[in-house]
C-alpha cells in the first residue's frame, strides 16, 4: 500500500514539471527589443500562436514589468523565463518578479543554485566541451550553446556525442529553416529571437500575419525526424 508519503516523494517537483514544459515546447521565443511595450506585444503574439514558453532578455528596459505583466495575465499557463542573465543580483531580482527559468550566456556563478533554491530551472550557456563540463558540474537543467550559429549543427553533433546525457538548447542563429538540422544533430530544444517573427509584418504589427508565421515554424519543428 501506497502512504500519502511516499506518493509525495514520488510526485514531481515543481523544478521537474518546468523541464517536462520546456522540453514540450521545443521552440522558446526570445525576445530581445529596446523597449517593454514592444516585448510585451512581441510575447502576446507568440502565445497567440501557441507558445507556452518565453524567454524574455535582460537587455530589456523594464523587462521585469512584462514579466510580471505576463504573469498576471495568463497565470501559471505559460513559462517565463529571463535570458541574458550575467550576474548573481540580476538573477536574484528574475525570480523574485517570478521568472520560472534563468538563461546565460556564459558562465555565470551561483546562478544555478539561486535558481534551484526559488524552483526555477537554470539554463547556462556553454560552447566548447570545457564549458560544457563546468555547466554540467554546475547542475545546470539545459546547456545553451550558444551563439549557435559559429558552430553550426555541426558543431552541436560533436558535443552531443561526447555528451549524450545532456541537453541542449542550441540558440543564436536558429530559423525556422535550419532548425531541423539542430534537432538532428542533438537539440532538445531550441530558442529563435528575431527569427521567429516576419520583420516587415512586425513592422506593420499585423498580428494574424504573424501569427499564421509563428504557427507554421512551430509545425515544421523537427518531431518527425
Known amino acids: 500500500m ?7 516523494a514520488a510526485a514531481p517537483s515543481a523544478g521537474a514539471e518546468k523541464l517536462q ?4 515546447a521545443r521552440v522558446v521565443p526570445v525576445l530581445r527589443y529596446n523597449d517593454a511595450e514592444t516585448a510585451a506585444y512581441a510575447a502576446e503574439v507568440a502565445i497567440s500562436a501557441g507558445c507556452r514558453t518565453i524567454e ?29 542573465v550575467l550576474t548573481h543580483t540580476h538573477a536574484r531580482d528574475a525570480v523574485k518578479a517570478g521568472a520560472d527559468f534563468l538563461v546565460s550566456p556564459g558562465l555565470v556563478p551561483d546562478i544555478v ?9 537554470c539554463l547556462v550557456g556553454a560552447f566548447t566541451p570545457s564549458e560544457v563540463i563546468i555547466a554540467t558540474g554546475m547542475r545546470a537543467d539545459v546547456v545553451k550553446v550558444f ?6 549543427p555541426g558543431h552541436l553533433k560533436s558535443l552531443k556525442s561526447v555528451f549524450p546525457d ?22 532538445s530544444l531550441v530558442g529563435i529571437g528575431s527569427n521567429l517573427f516576419d520583420k516587415d509584418a512586425f513592422a506593420r504589427r499585423d498580428t494574424t500575419a504573424l501569427v499564421e508565421q509563428i504557427r507554421a515554424t512551430l509545425a515544421s519543428d523537427g518531431k518527425s525526424m
Open 2 to 8: 501506497t502512504t500519502p508519503a511516499a506518493t509525495r
Open 21 to 24: 514544459a520546456l522540453l514540450a
Open 56 to 84: 524574455l532578455t535582460w537587455t530589456t528596459p523594464g523587462v521585469l514589468d512584462v514579466l510580471v505583466e505576463l504573469r498576471n495575465k495568463h497565470a501559471d499557463s505559460i513559462i517565463v523565463g529571463v535570458g541574458t
Open 113 to 121: 543554485d539561486l535558481a534551484h533554491a526559488a524552483g526555477a530551472l
Open 147 to 152: 551563439p549557435a550559429d559559429t558552430g553550426g
Open 166 to 187: 545532456t541537453v541542449f538548447c542550441p540558440t543564436g542563429g536558429v530559423t525556422a529553416q535550419n532548425m531541423g538540422d539542430y534537432f538532428a544533430a542533438g537539440a
